[in-house]
């Protein structure tokens, strides 16, 4: 299980990479597919994911819609234009960031 | 099969929300799905209903329902800031121009009314942003900006009247009874809305509130309208529709305060249907500006 602290900067280019592959996704979605894609190593609580969403929501890099789902309204998230645009650099950017701490990580245990 | 939780524990699990300080309508509904969501995962996997929810409730720490909930305050404060900014402004400005007679009065009364104008255009900014989530938002976008021109061209024609005696014809007021009327649509078909996509009781009951004052306001508004092309036969009666509207406003305002509930765009309504009506009422007579001299000129 990977920490608090280590996650919270990530949930931006999480969220960016889950909505990237699935075009349309509700918030308990988000958080069970990353449980599940990551073995269990990563959990996103409410308290962390929910902020991320309508800060992306209100910049305008996602937009939403409302859904009633059995007895209760559902809201899903989906890139905006903007949205993608940035998804698309970011998630390149995290690429690119998860190659070079692999070759720190690499370099520091050949040492 | 997947369990699914009876409305009880919908309504359990907001009115907890609500109790750990989640108090926003949206919010708490959103949360609630994911809580309600998690509780079903985990009642599919053979957990009871109690230890599931001392299971879901236990991810969720108080402080961070405090955090979610304080930055949603924050956005949608300043999702609305500049609208109830402008209005802010509009009632002051308008406020203002019952203390000085013509032209000062006059001038500040022609800005309070081009400020009204800005708060619809960024309310129709709104509608349109978000013109993806429902259709019906585009409709009331276009109704908003209309009435945004309606308003501030209806109150620039009374303007030119009083201020370089120029014929308008009455027309100022014909847009700006014109502007109400659209408004007035506009937020009753808003809230009919809302309250079709309300799914929770409090929700239908407080939309269930808005129709009924909107519902009144677009009925005064239909009456307004009528008047004009009756004039000549409305016009020894039109007093009861000014004070009427005025007295709807009123008893709107207050029993909204008791019941502390807020929407920006039934406070624009109000405010809206309180300029145009009090501009041509009795009451103003009673303030430092004196007898309107639109009073004696809106139809010549």
């Known amino acids: 299980?990977?920490?608090?602290?280590?996650?919270?900067?990530?949930?931006?280019?999480?969220?960016?990479?889950?909505?990237?592959?699935?075009?349309?996704?509700?918030?308990?979605?988000?958080?069970?597919?990353?449980?599940?894609?990551?073995?269990?190593?990563?959990?996103?609580?409410?308290?962390?994911?929910?902020?991320?969403?309508?800060?992306?929501?209100?910049?305008?890099?996602?937009?939403?819609?409302?859904?009633?789902?059995?007895?209760?309204?559902?809201?899903?998230?989906?890139?905006?234009?903007?949205g993608r645009k940035t998804a698309v650099q970011k998630t390149e950017e995290m690429s690119d960031f998860i190659d070079a701490l692999y070759l720190l990580w690499h370099q520091h245990t050949n040492e | 099969m997947t369990m699914k939780l009876s409305d009880a524990t919908i309504l359990r699990i907001k009115q907890e929300l609500g109790t750990q300080g989640i108090n926003n309508r949206y919010l708490q509904s959103e949360l609630s799905d994911h809580i309600a969501s998690d509780m079903e995962q985990m009642m599919d996997q053979g957990l009871g209903e109690e230890e599931a929810w001392s299971s879901a409730f236990a991810k969720t720490s108080g402080i961070e329902l405090e955090v979610t909930a304080k930055q949603y305050g924050g956005i949608l404060n300043s999702r609305f800031f500049r609208m109830k900014f402008f209005l802010w402004i509009s009632f002051g400005l308008f406020a203002i121009s019952w203390l000085f007679s013509s032209p000062a009065g006059l001038y500040a009364a022609l800005l309070s009314f081009m400020a009204l104008g800005l708060t619809f255009i960024l309310l129709s900014v709104d509608f349109f942003r978000s013109r993806k989530h429902h259709a019906a938002n585009m409709g009331f976008a276009i109704g908003s900006l209309l009435s945004a021109l309606l308003v501030s061209s209806g109150f620039a024609l009374l303007f030119l009247m009083i201020r370089f005696h120029l014929n308008t014809r009455g027309h100022g007021v014909d847009l700006m009874i014109f502007s109400y009327l659209v408004f007035a649509s506009v937020v009753f078909l808003y809230f009919l809305r809302q309250r079709r996509l309300s799914i929770s009781r409090e929700g239908k009951q407080k939309m269930n509130w808005f129709i009924l004052f909107s519902g009144i306001q677009l009925l005064l508004a239909i009456l307004s309208f009528l008047s004009l092309p009756f004039y000549a036969w409305a016009v020894e009666h039109i007093w009861i529709l000014i004070w009427a509207i005025l007295a709807v406003n009123l008893v709107s305002l207050i029993l909204l305060l008791i019941r502390r509930i807020r929407n920006i765009m039934f406070m624009i309504l109000l405010l809206l249907s309180f300029m145009i009506t009090f501009i041509h009422s009795p009451l103003r007579r009673f303030l430092p500006a004196g007898k309107p001299p639109i009073s004696q000129t809106i139809h010549p």
């Open chain 1, 1 to 82: 299980m990977i920490g608090k602290e280590l996650i919270k900067g990530m949930i931006k280019p999480i969220v960016f990479q889950m909505l990237l592959k699935k075009e349309r996704m509700y918030g308990y979605e988000i958080t069970r597919s990353v449980l599940e894609n990551t073995s269990g190593k990563i959990t996103l609580t409410l308290g962390a994911l929910y902020p991320v969403l309508h800060k992306l929501e209100a910049s305008g890099e996602l937009s939403t819609t409302a859904e009633a789902v059995d007895n209760r309204l559902r809201k899903y998230y989906t890139l905006t234009k903007k």
